[in-house]
C-alpha cells in the first residue's frame, strides 16, 4: 500500500504522535519531534540541531515510522535525519559580546558609545 499524502495529512499525524510522546512524558523526544522537517516525494529529512538527538532519533526512528506509514497508508515512507549544528561563534555570552553584536547590525551604536566616551569594557 503506498497511497499519496500531503504535507498537511504528514502534519497532523506528526503532531498526534508527539501528542502521545507527550502524555508519556519522553521530554527527549519531544524535543525530537519539534525540529523542522521537509518532505520530499516519500522521504521525510528532519533537521537535527546536535548529535544527541540524533541518538533519541535512532531509538525513535522505526516507531515514529511505522505509526506514519500505517496513518498515512504508505510503505515507502522513509524517514532520515540530517543534523546541521550552530556555529560556536554565533553564540554570544558577555556584555561586550552582545554590544558588538547588536553594533555590527546598527553602526550608530559604536559612534554613539565613542560620542560619549562609556567605557568599552563595563
Not at 48 to 64: G, Q, R
Request: glycine residues 4%; charged residues 35%.
Amino acid at each position: 500500500m503506498s497511497e499519496n499524502f500531503s504535507l498537511e495529512e504528514l502534519n497532523q499525524h506528526w503532531q498526534s504522535y508527539s501528542a502521545i510522546k507527550k502524555e508519556t512524558g519522553k521530554n527527549q523526544e519531544i524535543m525530537l519531534l519539534k525540529e523542522p522537517y521537509a518532505l520530499n516525494g516519500y522521504e521525510i529529512e528532519l533537521t537535527l540541531s546536535n548529535e544527541v538527538l540524533k541518538i533519541t532519533f535512532d531509538n525513535l526512528k522505526a516507531d515514529l515510522q511505522g505509526y506514519l506509514r500505517k496513518n498515512l497508508k504508505n510503505n515507502k515512507l522513509i524517514l532520515k535525519a540530517v543534523i546541521k549544528e550552530t556555529a560556536k561563534e554565533d553564540m554570544i555570552y558577555t556584555n561586550r559580546e552582545k554590544f558588538e553584536h547588536l553594533a555590527k547590525k546598527h553602526p550608530a551604536l559604536k559612534e554613539l558609545e565613542d560620542r560619549l566616551g562609556l567605557d568599552p569594557d563595563y
